[in-house]
């Protein structure tokens, strides 16, 4: 592997896994009220614009760092609204 590629690879991952402890206090204490639904939309189209770049431009830490991303948003996204 090239250091162009860990690069991306590190900093994708760094990025994608920020949004894990969000997604576990929102388990454990059900209060989404701390978090934008606007602000959580937003973010999940610049994601899906990220991850559709990675596809035209081929490029591996682009489409898995936002795919997982795009993940973890929508699932913040449902328990956003389940937890009303």
């Not at 896994?17 to 973010?43: C, H, M, Q, R």
């Not at 682009?62 to 929508?74: C, D, K, Q, T, Y």
Request: glycine content about 8%; charged content about 10%; proline content about 2%.
């Amino acid at each position: 592997m090239n250091f162009t590629l860990v690069l991306g690879l590190v900093a994708g991952f760094l990025t994608t896994v920020a949004y894990v402890p969000e997604v576990i206090k929102v388990f454990n204490t059900k209060d989404t009220k701390g978090i934008s639904l606007l602000w959580l939309l937003t973010l999940l189209t610049g994601v899906l614009l990220w991850f559709y770049y990675g596809v035209l431009i081929i490029s591996i830490p682009v489409m898995a760092a936002n795919g997982v991303s795009a993940f973890l948003i929508l699932l913040l996204i449902f328990l956003k609204i389940k937890y009303r």
